[in-house]
């Protein structure tokens, strides 16, 4: 009884070693990372210190950038997937390249569908503005520089975790304007 007693605390313990190396080689390839800009998006024409008697970007015109932003990126994504439904009406339906064209305005409807989704669960849980942008190599948020802090980061990660799925990499959130 002594000897079974025995081999099974150490099957047992072998065991958990195992689960935890799984574990943590799970962890270690599978690992994204979350970067923060607390000071901002890369400096800019129109956010850069402003000399004596020059233009300066205020609170008031951050509002404005959001609204330029969402629409100079909506008009993009229209014009893409226009060109991707006139390349696909002179492609045969049943190619390999009519398949591919088809997937690709897909994936851009998606990215369209979890950008907008982002945007508002993401305003709905800071109080801000916010902008999202789906790329091939991650996701870029931008967020009013008040609502920014380590606690909205987390919130943004697991929003776009939960919108985008858990494989996302490259997850950059960045304040508005510093």
């Not at 229209?78 to 696909?88: N, T």
């Not at 088809?102 to 902008?131: F, M, P, W, Y």
């Not at 380590?150 to 799925?165: E, F, H, K, P, Y």
Request: net charge negative.
């Amino acid at each position: 009884m002594h000897l079974l007693l025995e081999k099974r605390h150490i099957v047992l313990a072998a065991l958990v070693v195992m689960l935890g190396l799984a574990v943590f080689v799970n962890w270690y390839y599978t690992g994204t990372r979350t970067e923060l800009f607390p000071e901002g998006a890369a400096p800019t024409e129109a956010t850069q210190t402003a000399a004596a008697g020059e233009a300066k970007y205020t609170g008031a015109q951050e509002a404005d950038y959001f609204a330029e932003a969402k629409l100079e990126r909506d008009r993009r994504r229209a014009e893409a997937a226009e060109e991707l439904k006139a390349v696909m009406a002179n492609a045969e339906g049943t190619s390999d390249e009519g398949r591919s064209l088809q997937a690709s305005l897909d994936r851009l409807q998606i990215a369209v569908r979890q950008e907008t989704d982002l945007e508002t669960l993401i305003t709905a849980a800071l109080g801000g503005d916010c902008l999202a942008v789906i790329g091939e190599n991650g996701v870029d948020v931008v967020v009013t520089k008040n609502t920014l802090g380590d606690g909205a980061v987390l919130q943004i990660s697991d929003i776009i975790r939960s919108v985008c799925g858990p494989e996302v990499e490259n997850i950059r959130v960045s304040a508005a304007f510093a």
